[in-house]
Nanobody, 122 residues
């Protein structure tokens, strides 16, 4: 019903920057919360940043001040600007949409993207 596709991952040196994008497609009327999660090898998936439709942002302590999340509600797209990247930021980054309302009236749906790989290394 709803598909999320991420892009923008890649290899970057420590201190560098990268911008991730995620677009949700389907018969979507609105999405309450969109965000980014990441999972490094051997670790649990963790929250990176989320943003509500109304503009409320939430960041993990480890990325506060370095990452910035933004949304374009008209395009059902969420972005993650990552600056001052560190090797510990290396992970598979997943896009998430929560509280999806479809044009049919169905609500309360959620969806995940397939992930985009971010590697921070010299």
């Amino acid at each position: 019903q709803v598909q999320l596709v991420e892009s923008g991952g890649g290899l970057v040196q420590p201190g560098g920057s990268l911008r991730l994008s995620c677009t949700a497609s389907g018969s979507i009327f609105s999405i309450y919360k969109m965000g980014w999660y990441r999972q490094a090898p051997g670790k649990q998936r963790e929250l990176v940043a989320t943003m509500t439709r109304g503009g409320n942002r939430n960041y993990a302590d480890s990325v506060t001040g370095r990452f910035a999340i933004s949304r374009d509600n008209s395009k059902n797209t969420v972005y993650l600007q990552m600056n001052s990247l560190k090797p510990e930021d290396t992970a598979l980054y997943y896009c998430n949409a929560d509280g999806i309302r479809l044009i049919t009236g169905q609500s309360g749906l959620d969806a995940w993207g397939q992930g985009t790989l971010v590697t921070v290394s010299s």
